[in-house]
């Protein structure tokens, strides 16, 4: 995310919470109800965004991490195509030791 786009977020949000207090007044809210009711809805609003942002970085499902695990996945599949016959018949056999001592 660029700076301008968290900039324009963070403006949209302050421009959501006006828009919210006027709401409310136009509903018949006296001025301090309709402050503490919008400001209940932008703090509701920040707690349940703060838990997707948890729950997606506990769970790897950053961009950061589903980047790196594509350019990983992109390296080892470069690398792999890039031996030649001898060397991933060695590798293979390797591999298939390894299980059997394994067992």
């Known amino acids: 995310m660029r700076r301008i786009d968290a900039l324009g977020i963070g403006f949209g949000v ?13 509903a018949g809210l006296d ?24 729950f997606r970085a506990v769970n790897h499902k950053m961009t950061y991490h589903q980047q790196r695990e594509q350019y990983e996945e992109a390296y080892f599949q470069k690398r792999l195509e890039e031996l030649s016959p001898e060397e991933l018949a060695k590798i293979q056999a390797e591999i298939e030791q390894e299980k ?4």
């Not at 302050?14 to 136009?26: E, H, N, S, T, V």
């Not at 919008?38 to 965004?49: N, Y």
Request: hydrophobic share 60%; no cysteine.
């Open 14 to 26: 302050f421009i959501a919470g006006g828009l919210a207090y006027l709401l409310l007044q136009l």
């Open 31 to 54: 001025s301090l109800s309709a402050g503490i009711w919008s400001q209940l809805l932008l703090v509701g609003g920040l707690v349940a965004w703060l838990l997707t942002y948890i």
């Open 100 to 103: 059997g001592s394994q067992v």
